[in-house]
């Protein structure tokens, strides 16, 4: 039999057997295309260290999954420049539910109010998600989960812990082995270098987590997920006509389920 001979590969019994040559491109093609997916980051971004985090973090993930997983930064809606501060909200509880997995920044002594709500929404929407935490200080007196105790313990999450301040220093240190003076420290850019490196370790660490919290089985039952995502569509009060967001919001459930998500 022609396929019982090790020597032949697939392709030349594809071939022999008429199989188009156009036809076995696309099927390796597509075996190739490795499935992505959207991430949104929410955290802060209201000043200039807050927004450099974030762009380094997006693109850090985007580099450590080879593409995989796809940040969408907030800060680049450059479309909602101007506009009114529901419009803004509006929006970006949009992106989020649009998107197919989240991580949260939960830096500060007292979480960010804004990202704590997107945090839940995110839950109610049942998306797996990451959170994120480099700051040293402790807002709660819990080690496993270092911020208020409210927003701990929610399924389909994950929790990335960096010390951000005491990885900087380790990274300084290495790179810099011998004490060099304060002006050579700034034309070499080592501080920029070892803060890279710190954010490439987190976006890897990150990485790891999507993955894991993509893995878990959905928590919303599959009877319940079209009136969840029609309540959802109507619970924030976004602007718009109520039957046009439920089917906003249907089509996001179906691309989830599509994608093995829900």
Request: hydrophobic content about 40%.
């Given at each position: 039999?022609?396929?019982?001979?090790?020597?032949?590969?697939?392709?030349?019994?594809?071939?022999?057997?008429?199989?188009?040559?156009?036809?076995?491109?696309?099927?390796?093609?597509?075996?190739k295309k490795k499935r992505t997916f959207t991430v949104y980051l929410g955290g802060e971004l209201f000043s200039l260290?807050?927004?450099?985090?974030?762009?380094?973090?997006?693109?850090?993930?985007?580099?450590?999954?080879?593409?995989?997983?796809?940040?969408?930064?907030?800060?680049?809606?450059?479309?909602?420049?101007?506009?009114?501060?529901?419009?803004?909200?509006?929006?970006?509880?949009?992106?989020?539910?649009?998107?197919?997995?989240?991580?949260?920044?939960?830096?500060?002594?007292?979480?960010?109010?804004?990202?704590?709500?997107?945090?839940?929404f995110a839950k109610f929407a049942d998306l797996p998600t990451v959170l994120l935490r480099t700051d040293v200080r402790?807002?709660?007196?819990?080690?496993?989960?270092?911020?208020?105790?409210?927003?701990?313990?929610?399924?389909?999450?994950?929790?990335?812990?960096?010390?951000?301040?005491?990885?900087?220093?380790?990274?300084?240190?290495?790179?810099?082995?011998?004490?060099?003076?304060?002006?050579?420290?700034?034309?070499?850019?080592?501080?920029?270098?070892?803060?890279?490196?710190?954010?490439?370790?987190?976006?890897?660490?990150?990485?790891?987590?999507?993955?894991?919290?993509?893995?878990?089985?959905?928590?919303?039952?599959?009877?319940?997920?079209?009136?969840?995502?029609?309540?959802?569509?109507?619970?924030?009060?976004?602007?718009?006509?109520?039957?046009?967001?439920?089917?906003?919001?249907?089509?996001?459930?179906?691309?989830?389920?599509?994608?093995?998500?829900?």
């Open positions: 039999m022609p396929w019982a001979t090790p020597a032949r590969s697939l392709e030349q019994f594809a071939l022999s057997h008429g199989v188009n040559r156009r036809l076995l491109a696309l099927v390796a093609t597509k075996k260290k807050h927004l450099i985090g974030n762009a380094w973090l997006a693109e850090a993930i985007y580099e450590k999954s080879h593409g995989r997983f796809r940040c969408v930064p907030p800060q680049d809606f450059f479309e909602l420049r101007g506009r009114s501060g529901r419009a803004i909200r509006d929006a970006s509880l949009r992106a989020l539910v649009t998107c197919d997995l989240a991580i949260f920044n939960f830096d500060g002594t007292d979480l960010d109010s804004g990202t704590v709500v997107e945090f839940m402790s807002a709660s007196g819990h080690r496993s989960e270092p911020w208020n105790l409210m927003a701990a313990y929610f399924p389909r999450t994950a929790s990335v812990i960096v010390p951000g301040l005491a990885d900087y220093r380790t990274a300084l240190q290495r790179r810099s082995r011998r004490r060099l003076e304060h002006a050579l420290h700034l034309a070499g850019q080592h501080s920029s270098a070892a803060a890279q490196l710190v954010c490439e370790h987190v976006a890897a660490q990150c990485v790891r987590a999507l993955e894991r919290v993509m893995a878990l089985e959905p928590v919303l039952p599959r009877h319940l997920r079209e009136e969840a995502y029609q309540w959802l569509a109507l619970a924030p009060g976004l602007r718009g006509k109520e039957k046009e967001l439920r089917k906003e919001f249907e089509r996001h459930l179906e691309k989830k389920v599509e994608r093995d998500l829900l």
